[in-house]
C-alpha cells in the first residue's frame, strides 16, 4: 500500500489506533522531493503522556539538491533534548527507504535501510529514564519548521512551490500491542525480547561506527556549549 502525506498550508498527518511497548516498527519513506526546504517530515513514536516518551525521526528538508538532516531524538519521562543530526548517503527524494526502529527492553536502535545508525541504551540500573513502561502511538507527520528546520531557521518554506509531498509504504509493526487490561508486554517472548537483540552484532556495530564517523554532524552528547555538563547517559558505560 502506498499513500501520501500532502501539505499545502497548516501541516498534516497520520497515526496508528493502537498503542503498542517493546517491537519494531518500520517504515518506507519516499522524502519531498525538490524545494523541501523549511518542511519537516517526522515519523515517530509517542506516548503523548504528561511525562511522555518518544521516539523521533525527523527529515529536515532543504532546497533542491541540497542535502537533507536526520534528525533523531529520544525523549524518557518527558524529557528530551538528545538530538543527533545526520546527513544520508543517498538522495531520499528519489526512492524509497526503510526507517525502523528496534525497541526493546535494553535498547533503541534506530536503523536507515537496516544500518544503525543510533543506539540507545537503558540506562535505569543508573538511575537515568529510558522508554520502558509507557506505551506509544506511530505516528508520521509533515509541517511547517521553518523557524529552525533548515540552515538552522535562515531559510523559510516557498510556498510558492506547494504542495509538498512525502509518501509512504509497506507501514510494518511487529510489535506488542497494549491492552490496558493485559499490560503484559514486557514479559513477553518475542523475537525482540530474546538476548541477541539486547546488544549490537560485530557487523552492525562497524556499521554504526561508520555512519558515526561519516555521517554524524550534530551529537547532543558533545554540544558543551549547551550542556556544561556532558549528559549522564553519554558518559556512564556502554
Ligand atoms: C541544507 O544545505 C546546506 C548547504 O549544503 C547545509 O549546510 C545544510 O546542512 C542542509 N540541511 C539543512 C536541513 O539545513
Redesign the pocket.
Known sequence: MTSSLVFICAASGFGSKNKYLFGHISMNIKLVPQDS?GTVTAFYLSSETSKHDELDFEF????SG????LQTNVYANGVGDKEQRF?LWFDPTTDFHNYSLLWNRQQVIFKVDGVPIRVFKNKEALGLAYPSSQAMKIYSTLWNGDSW????GL?KINWAHSPFIATYQNFGIDACQWTDSTSNCPASNSWWSQVSFDTLGSKAKSQLKWVQQNYM?YNYCTDTKRFSTTPAECTSGN
Do not use: V
Request: hydrophobic content about 40%; cysteine-free.
Open positions: 526546504a529536515l528538508g532543504n532546497f541540497d542535502p537533507y538532516i546527513y528546520a533548515t540552515r538552522g531559510t554532524i
